[in-house]
């Protein structure tokens, strides 16, 4: 998972990072919640945990500004030294999935993350088979079945084609795919992606007809577009 954490206190946010790394996550940190919003227009993540005080716009003003803003925004659990029962009301009607009050034992901020994310992943409670329309993945053998025929894939490959299919009619930025299949910076092997974005949608024949295609969003990622009424349309569409 890909957590962003937001805070303008330096100890707190090597705290986080620590508790993250801790769990088999990634982090992305940011000191002004200005950078966060600013990274939130062009970034996917999985969760964001920030500060109520945070410097520039505040903690409510960001989930705020998210709710209105993305299309798809990630839960958000909101860290901060309020303690009254008015304060976490406010925090949780504005938007925010949980609330965490300054300081708290790593072993129960990790603990809330966990329980975040198993309420709002679309990898959460991932069975061993999954239907996708006409495809159907096998998580254990890794591997894909469409149209009467076993599609084979690398590793890489299916675990790019499952990450797709989870997400499907979600716009994954190029960082959370790399750093979420292969644990890099997207700087460091945009090739690499392009090159397994394109097999993988060879290999699945993932075209109109099928009812899916991958849809490229220049300067950002990808998006596995569900296609409706698929039978109905031809090659060409």
Excluded at 215 to 224: A, D, E, I, M, Q
């Amino acid at each position: 998972m890909r957590i962003a954490i937001a805070d303008d206190d330096g100890e707190s946010l090597v705290c986080l990072e620590n508790i993250i790394a801790g769990m088999g996550h990634i982090s992305v940190r940011f000191n002004t919640g200005d950078r966060l919003t600013a990274a939130l227009s062009r970034e996917t993540f999985d969760l964001v945990m920030l500060d109520w005080n945070i410097a520039g716009r505040n903690g409510l003003q960001i989930v705020q500004w998210m709710k209105q803003t993305l299309d798809n925004p990630p839960p958000v659990i909101v860290l901060t030294g309020r303690t009254t029962k008015r304060d976490i009301t406010e925090a949780l009607n504005g938007g925010a999935d949980d609330y965490i009050t300054k300081p708290e034992e790593d072993n129960v901020i990790a603990a809330r993350i966990a329980a975040v994310l198993r309420r709002t992943s679309a990898s959460a409670s991932m069975e061993k088979t999954a239907a996708f329309g006409g495809y159907r993945l096998d998580r254990m053998a890794q591997s894909i079945r469409h149209a009467g025929h076993d599609i084979t894939l690398t590793a890489k490959e299916f675990e790019l084609a499952d990450l797709l299919f989870r997400h499907r009619d979600r716009t994954l930025s190029r960082a959370y795919i790399m750093e979420t299949i292969w644990r890099t910076s997207a700087d460091l092997a945009t090739r690499t992606l392009d090159m397994h974005i394109s097999r993988v949608r060879s290999k699945l024949a993932l075209k109109p007809e099928n009812g899916f295609r991958i849809f490229t969003v220049f300067g950002y990622g990808y998006r596995l577009e569900t296609i409706e009424d698929a039978s109905d349309m031809s090659p060409s569409q």
